[in-house]
């Protein structure tokens, strides 16, 4: 006979680790990063038909320091890499990213000096979100994702070491000549 069959009924047993996860990951503020077409679409996901309301997100926040998931929307050039970058460490810790379009995912057809190829090589990305541009339903899928994600996140110092780790591994490629500086 266990511990469950002795408790009355309405009663929810669980840990401080999975509810504060499951807290946290309700109480997501992006700070949208549009940068070309894919922010069109990341802007419809807050309109009425797809409604990111229902997850707690509809305040996007102008501020860095308010926010926890930054969604970086389309082509990243060289110039605005250190801005992105400047950004993300201005974030509330814990953060997470979002690299939505094959343009901040890849480079995308802008296989140039001109545009970094991939955001991954400036802040370490948590969902790749593909498509040119991604539907907004892809997006909700990806934060749906990102949710669960940040619902098995590790709390306290064993957390805090495990997303130094990943993001230490994530930031190991090759990084572009302007953000050689800006990573030391």
């Known amino acids: 006979m266990g511990v469950e069959e002795k ?12 509810l504060a996860g499951w807290a946290r990951a309700r109480s997501v503020w ?3 990063f549009g940068l070309a077409c894919c922010a069109i679409e990341l802007f419809q996901t807050g309109g009425p038909k797809h409604d990111l309301a229902r997850f707690g997100m509809e305040r996007a926040s ?13 082509r990243v050039s060289q110039k605005m890499a250190p801005v992105l970058r400047q950004i993300y460490d201005q974030m509330a810790d814990p ?8 343009c901040a995912s890849s480079g995308g057809m802008f296989n140039n000096f001109a545009i970094v ?3 991954d090589h400036i802040v370490p990305v948590d969902i ?7 539907r907004p339903e892809m ?11 940040i619902q098995d996140t590790k709390l306290g110092a064993h957390g805090v070491r495990e997303r130094k780790e990943l993001e230490a591994l994530a930031l190991q ?8 500086g800006l990573l030391r």
């Open 139 to 149: 997006l909700l899928d990806a934060i749906l994702k990102l949710h669960q994600q």
């Open 30 to 32: 992006p700070a949208t």
């Open 7 to 18: 408790l009355p009924s309405g009663v929810l047993l669980t840990s401080v680790e999975k």
């Open 173 to 180: 490629a090759q990084p572009t000549s302007e953000m050689k």
């Open 117 to 119: 190829q991939g955001v």
């Open 62 to 74: 102008n501020t860095p320091r308010q926010a926890d998931l930054m969604i970086v929307a389309g």
């Open 95 to 102: 953060k997470w990213v979002i690299s939505m379009g094959v």
């Open 128 to 134: 790749y979100l593909p498509g040119c541009p991604p």
